[in-house]
């Protein structure tokens, strides 16, 4: 029922800021949990970021103080502004609807996001 669209990874240098978007192809964000996740190779998939359709959020231990989640409901957009980026933080970055609870599971395609000098 819903696509969604992840861009803005790419190649930063150590210490280094990205903004990953997240576009929906309908309104969707304020109706469920949404959050980001991450896999690095030979790593399983990691819940990086997290916010309830109340807006409460949620942040992995390695990201706190360094990625901010946000959504725009009304734009259909969800945003991951990473800061302070470090090399551990290389990995394909999803989008997601539902955090694999409840009765919808939606996954954007992934976008790379590499950190690296």
């Known amino acids: 029922q819903v696509q969604l669209v992840e861009s803005g990874g790419g190649l930063v240098q150590p210490g280094g800021s990205l903004r990953l978007s997240c576009a929906a192809s309908?309104?969707?964000?304020?109706?469920?949990?949404t959050g980001w996740y991450r896999q690095a190779p030979g790593k399983q998939r990691e819940l990086v970021a997290g916010?309830?359709?109340?807006?409460?959020?949620m942040y992995a231990d390695s990201v706190k103080g360094r990625f901010t989640i946000s959504r725009d409901n009304a734009k259909n957009l969800m945003y991951l502004q990473m800061n302070s980026l470090k090399p551990d933080d290389t990995a394909v970055y999803y989008c997601?609807?539902?955090?694999?609870?409840?009765?919808?599971?939606?996954w954007g395609q992934g976008t790379q996001v590499t950190v690296s000098s």
């Open positions: 997601n609807v539902g955090l694999r609870v409840g009765p919808i599971d939606y």
């Open positions: 309908r309104m969707i964000f304020s109706m469920y949990a």
């Open positions: 916010i309830t359709s109340g807006g409460n959020t």
